[in-house]
């Protein structure tokens, strides 16, 4: 974080500033790394004691003095010999200070930011942007996937004056929640990729995850830059909602930023890029995945507006072979077994992505192994949801699928009743019954997907099949 005042920090987050029992003074300096995760502080740094939904941070704040923390942000003041500010709610106050940093250094004239949201790729689109701007200038960009009203202003608080680029990922379970975040950073550059149906149960239904992802573009000004994704029909009517440039990607012939010649393989996917000035590229993307073209190109049309030249942006591109831990990683490798690991979250449309993936990275005379679990947040859509991604198994000749968990029963249930398959599923409780039965059946040659979202936790089961045949 900048070097900012106790006073400042005060003010910045309209709390009551206590010293009692410290030598510090309303005028020290405090610089260090800010955190809600008492583990995670270092001395010198800020600790937020946020109030959760299982647990209360005000009870670790006796663990961040022991580790030396220059500030305590809390809601009620504790006995203990560390300044502390007193706000009436820390998730709101951290969002305070991170607004009041963006604004400090944008004043310095040289930062930049870029916002992303959509219903899938975000994380994989903000890793592939950063990877770009690093070639070219200083970058913060979020850990794993820090995007939601903590996670997003923790990642803003680590911009420093000499940052030229912030790359903010934004996530939202609600409307209204994006468009906070956006407040904050401000972004010179929005990007909206997709509108799904991932976490549309908690939104309350498709409409409402669409007016929430068009936040990211709704507050654009005039001389921003709106980064739309042109295939798809519920993205393409925010460009109606913004005053800003807008800039389209895609696979069709409305994309501004297009990929044609696609050909995808087990190291990932080749494609042509044609930008709006004419120039195109051929680039050799290692990130495994046909559907991560989008977010290519989506980090492609962003980068270009900062400014980054075409043959800069490939290169960064194709040093990228993994977006993100969970995220189709490849693993094993005994017997020429693959390991497909992208369980770190699904919806249908990821979900499907995945399977297509696997269908065509398959090689002649070997077989593919889909370990599916279930897609949480769906809500109503759930259960139909379910019966179209083991429907879609089916089509694309999965020669057998193990589904796991009653969550993801009725996936099962539909492959098996489509009659015309060549191949098989099995349906386990467990992810060790599932690590069982695809340790004793797999064959040399064999590619495995294991696919779930976050909750049903089969990324630590990926991990073990890749661990079993590395």
């Given at each position: 974080?900048?070097?900012?005042?106790?006073?400042?920090?005060?003010?910045?987050?309209?709390?009551?500033?206590?010293?009692?029992?410290?030598?510090?003074?309303?005028?020290?300096?405090?610089?260090?790394?800010?955190?809600?995760?008492?583990?995670?502080?270092?001395?010198?740094?800020?600790?937020?004691?946020?109030?959760?939904?299982?647990?209360?941070?005000?009870?670790?704040?006796?663990?961040?003095?022991?580790?030396?923390?220059?500030?305590?942000?809390?809601?009620?003041?504790?006995?203990?010999?560390?300044?502390?500010?007193?706000?009436?709610?820390?998730?709101?106050?951290?969002?305070?200070?991170?607004?009041?940093?963006?604004?400090?250094?944008?004043?310095?004239?040289?930062?930049?930011?870029?916002?992303?949201?959509?219903?899938?790729?975000?994380?994989?689109?903000?890793?592939?942007?950063?990877?770009?701007?690093?070639?070219?200038?200083?970058?913060?960009?979020?850990?794993?996937?820090?995007?939601?009203?903590?996670?997003?202003?923790?990642?803003?608080?680590?911009?420093?004056?000499?940052?030229?680029?912030?790359?903010?990922?934004?996530?939202?379970?609600?409307?209204?929640?994006?468009?906070?975040?956006?407040?904050?950073?401000?972004?010179?550059?929005?990007?909206?990729?997709?509108?799904?149906?991932?976490?549309?149960?908690?939104?309350?239904?498709?409409?409402?995850?669409?007016?929430?992802?068009?936040?990211?573009?709704?507050?654009?000004?005039?001389?921003?830059?709106?980064?739309?994704?042109?295939?798809?029909?519920?993205?393409?009517?925010?460009?109606?909602?913004?005053?800003?440039?807008?800039?389209?990607?895609?696979?069709?012939g409305a994309a501004q930023v297009r990929a044609t010649h696609l050909s995808v393989h087990a190291r990932g996917t080749d494609f042509t890029v044609t930008i709006p000035s004419g120039e195109s590229a051929r680039v050799h993307f290692g990130v495994l995945g046909e559907h991560h073209v989008m977010n290519a190109l989506a980090a492609i049309a962003a980068s270009l507006e900062l400014g980054v030249p075409l043959p800069v942006i490939v290169e960064a591109l194709?040093?990228?072979?993994?977006?993100?831990?969970?995220?189709?990683?490849?693993?094993?490798?005994?017997?020429?077994?693959?390991?497909?690991?992208?369980?770190?979250?699904?919806?249908?449309?990821?979900?499907?992505?995945?399977?297509?993936?696997?269908?065509?990275?398959?090689?002649?005379?070997?077989?593919?192994?889909?370990?599916?679990?279930?897609?949480?947040?769906?809500?109503?859509?759930?259960?139909?949801?379910?019966?179209?991604?083991?429907?879609?198994?089916?089509?694309?000749?999965?020669?057998?699928?193990?589904?796991?968990?009653?969550?993801?029963?009725?996936?099962?249930?539909?492959?098996?009743?489509?009659?015309?398959?060549?191949?098989?599923?099995?349906?386990?409780?467990?992810?060790?019954?599932?690590?069982?039965?695809?340790?004793?059946?797999?064959?040399?040659?064999?590619?495995?997907?294991?696919?779930?979202?976050?909750?049903?936790?089969?990324?630590?089961?990926?991990?073990?099949?890749?661990?079993?045949f590395a």
């Amino acid at each position: 974080m900048i070097a900012l005042t106790l006073a400042e920090i005060a003010s910045a987050v309209g709390g009551v500033l206590r010293l009692d029992g410290t030598d510090a003074a309303p005028d020290t300096i405090v610089d260090g790394p800010v955190t809600t995760d008492s583990r995670e502080v270092v001395p010198g740094g800020v600790f937020f004691a946020k109030r959760g939904e299982f647990d209360d941070g005000h009870r670790f704040a006796p663990a961040a003095a022991e580790r030396d923390a220059a500030l305590l942000v809390v809601e009620h003041p504790l006995e203990l010999a560390v300044p502390q500010i007193v706000v009436d709610d820390s998730v709101e106050a951290l969002g305070a200070l991170a607004t009041e940093v963006v604004r400090r250094v944008r004043g310095l004239g040289r930062l930049r930011i870029v916002g992303v949201t959509g219903s899938n790729g975000k994380t994989t689109t903000k890793n592939l942007i950063r990877a770009v701007l690093e070639r070219v200038g200083p970058t913060v960009a979020a850990r794993k996937s820090y995007n939601n009203e903590v996670g997003a202003p923790i990642t803003m608080l680590e911009i420093t004056e000499d940052t030229r680029y912030l790359v903010a990922e934004m996530g939202a379970s609600a409307v209204g929640e994006i468009a906070r975040l956006v407040r904050m950073a401000r972004p010179d550059v929005g990007i909206v990729l997709k509108v799904g149906l991932a976490h549309a149960g908690e939104f309350g239904g498709i409409e409402q995850t669409v007016r929430a992802k068009s936040e990211m573009v709704t507050d654009l000004l005039e001389t921003d830059v709106a980064v739309l994704n042109a295939d798809d029909p519920r993205v393409v009517p925010m460009s109606g909602l913004t005053a800003a440039r807008v800039v389209w990607f895609g696979l069709g012939g409305a994309a501004q930023v297009r990929a044609t010649h696609l050909s995808v393989h087990a190291r990932g996917t080749d494609f042509t890029v044609t930008i709006p000035s004419g120039e195109s590229a051929r680039v050799h993307f290692g990130v495994l995945g046909e559907h991560h073209v989008m977010n290519a190109l989506a980090a492609i049309a962003a980068s270009l507006e900062l400014g980054v030249p075409l043959p800069v942006i490939v290169e960064a591109l194709e040093s990228m072979t993994l977006a993100e831990r969970w995220r189709m990683q490849v693993m094993g490798g005994r017997d020429g077994i693959t390991v497909i690991n992208d369980a770190y979250n699904a919806s249908p449309d990821s979900m499907a992505a995945a399977l297509k993936t696997l269908a065509q990275v398959q090689a002649p005379g070997t077989r593919t192994i889909a370990v599916l679990g279930e897609m949480s947040e769906l809500g109503e859509f759930s259960g139909e949801e379910h019966d179209r991604i083991g429907l879609l198994a089916v089509r694309l000749g999965i020669s057998q699928l193990v589904v796991v968990g009653q969550g993801a029963r009725r996936l099962h249930i539909s492959a098996i009743n489509e009659g015309s398959w060549d191949g098989e599923s099995t349906f386990v409780e467990t992810a060790d019954e599932a690590f069982d039965l695809v340790a004793s059946m797999a064959r040399p040659g064999d590619t495995v997907l294991v696919k779930s979202s976050n909750s049903a936790g089969l990324r630590l089961l990926g991990d073990r099949l890749g661990e079993w045949f590395a």
